[in-house]
């Protein structure tokens, strides 16, 4: 990197820093609207500028923790209330499908972080594997820093991963600036706690476990993603066309077995998830308009599932990559879906 870079890459990281002390600073989420609107286009626009530097591997690892470690301190989103929640009741021996969390049985154990969840009155839609991360990240202290602390790492390990893929493939490696500087990864993941980072995990490791040639890794890892939030679920096909089918048989071993501790209730799932897809709309626009314009509820999943099977035949004529297909098919499920986080990109 040469000198003047290097000063241009210093500014940018404190900018960015900066950013993240502020947003920090915040007391709640509901605090300040505007001004949080401004610090993620400012993060966005100085992330842009950070990849676009082309630094070295070391500098860009260093920055990206930096900026991690400065979002610790702010404040969560309220889905973070629930993560414990229901982390305490398995630690009470609970399971967390059995009933909503407003249900008077549970009365003794309520507490500040019940009082601040949402959808009180609904049952949790989490899979078993986050359910046991969040037990375990609530034993070590029944508070926020915790699970940021778990999700900082899986969000380091992300890259890590990536950087793998990047070297086999001959890319250049500040690539991995487009994740290490997003806003919504930034904001999303190490400041608001969501704990997507983890379900991505497992899903990037089972990306490069088929493009290292391991199948049984690939199958064990997609179901480990499935069990940490249902939707990599979709990715099935595009692995039983890729990968090894001799080995398919360990994806739903690897399902039943990370569901046993929660085997009685495992139904009560299912409607939660239902109850959750149809529970309304939030930031849906592609499938609001579709919706009214045709007046047909059903249009938007058909839609999906042409992009999905669109996907699976460019990847079966050799036409993508395999990230690829998977890429195109999420994408397609979150344009389609009725309820769009932002953190959900």
Not at 80 to 105: C, F
Not at 118 to 123: E, V
């Amino acid at each position: 990197m040469t000198r003047r870079r290097a000063v241009s890459w210093s500014l940018a990281v404190a900018l960015a820093l900066a950013c993240c002390l502020v947003w920090s600073s915040l007391p709640d989420l509901r605090s300040a609207p505007l001004l949080r609107v401004g610090l993620f286009a400012s993060l966005a626009l100085v992330g842009t500028a950070l990849t676009l530097l082309r630094p070295p591997l070391v500098p860009l690892l260093g920055a990206a923790v930096l900026l991690r470690i400065a979002l610790l301190p702010a404040a969560v989103s309220d889905d973070v209330h629930r993560y414990l929640w229901e982390g305490k009741l398995i630690r009470h021996g609970l399971s967390p499908y059995a009933r909503p969390a407003d249900d008077p049985a549970l009365t003794p154990l309520r507490d500040a972080h019940w009082a601040r969840m949402n959808h009180r009155d609904r049952r949790t839609a989490y899979p078993p594997l986050a359910q046991l991360a969040f037990a375990a990240a609530g034993a070590v202290s029944y508070g926020p820093l915790p699970l940021k602390l778990l999700f900082l790492a899986s969000d380091l390990a992300i890259l890590f991963l990536l950087t793998g893929l990047l070297r086999s493939r001959g890319l250049p490696l500040h690539r991995l600036g487009w994740l290490a500087f997003n806003p919504v990864a930034l904001i999303g993941i190490s400041a608001e706690a969501h704990y997507d980072t983890l379900f991505v995990l497992a899903l990037v490791a089972s990306w490069w476990a088929v493009e290292q040639k391991r199948p049984a890794l690939a199958w064990i890892a997609l179901a480990a993603s499935v069990q940490l939030k249902i939707v990599s679920l979709v990715l099935a096909p595009l692995f039983w066309e890729r990968g090894k089918r001799s080995c398919a048989w360990l994806f739903p071993a690897t399902l039943v077995v990370l569901a046993l501790p929660f085997y009685q209730n495992l139904p009560s799932l299912v409607t939660a998830v239902s109850d959750f897809a149809g529970s309304g709309q939030l930031n849906d626009a592609p499938y609001y308009l579709v919706t009214r314009l045709s007046g047909c509820p059903a249009l938007a999943p058909g839609l999906f599932l042409v992009v999905a099977v669109a996907a699976w035949r460019q990847l079966r004529r050799g036409h993508c990559t395999f990230t690829g297909a998977s890429l195109w098919t999420l994408g397609g499920l979150i344009v389609f879906s009725p309820v769009v986080h932002f953190w959900y990109l």
